[in-house]
Nanobody, 123 residues
C-alpha cells in the first residue's frame, strides 16, 4: 500500500486548508484511513480516522468541530478539511492506513504511512 499526502501550506490563524491523501496498491476493501500529525519536538499524534466501508469517523478532542475527514470511494482518496486553524495546529500531517474496521488511534496500529505534508499556521 502506497500513500501520498499533499495539500499543506502556510495559512493565517482562522483560515482553512484541505489535505488530500491518495492511496494505491490496496488489496483489501476493509480498512481504516487516518490522519496524524507531528509538531516539532513532539510525538506523532492522532487527528482523525474513517472506516472506509461504513464512513464512520472519529476525531481527537483537539480538532473536533474544526476538522472533517472524508473519503472519495471511487478515487480512493481521503481528505482532511481543516477550518478555524490555530497556531498549535502547526505540524507535519501524515495519512496512514490499517486493515480492519476498528477506529484505532495508536500510531503503532497503522502499518502504512505516507510522507508528511507540512501545515504552518501563523498567528
Amino acid at each position: 500500500v502506497q500513500l501520498q499526502a499533499f495539500g499543506g501550506g502556510l495559512v493565517q490563524a482562522g483560515g482553512s486548508l484541505r489535505l488530500s491523501c491518495a492511496a494505491s496498491g490496496r488489496t483489501s476493501t476493509t480498512y481504516v484511513m487516518g490522519w496524524f500529525r507531528q509538531a516539532p519536538g513532539k510525538e506523532r499524534e492522532f487527528v482523525a480516522n474513517i472506516n472506509w466501508r461504513t464512513g464512520n469517523k472519529y476525531y481527537s478532542d483537539s480538532v473536533k468541530g474544526r476538522f472533517t475527514i472524508s473519503r472519495d470511494y471511487l478515487k480512493d482518496m481521503v481528505y482532511l478539511q481543516m477550518n478555524s486553524l490555530k497556531p498549535e495546529d502547526t505540524a507535519a500531517y501524515y495519512c496512514a492506513s490499517r486493515e480492519g474496521t476498528m477506529l484505532l488511534t495508536g500510531v503503532r496500529e497503522y502499518p502504512y504511512w505516507g510522507q508528511g505534508t507540512l501545515v504552518t499556521v501563523s498567528s
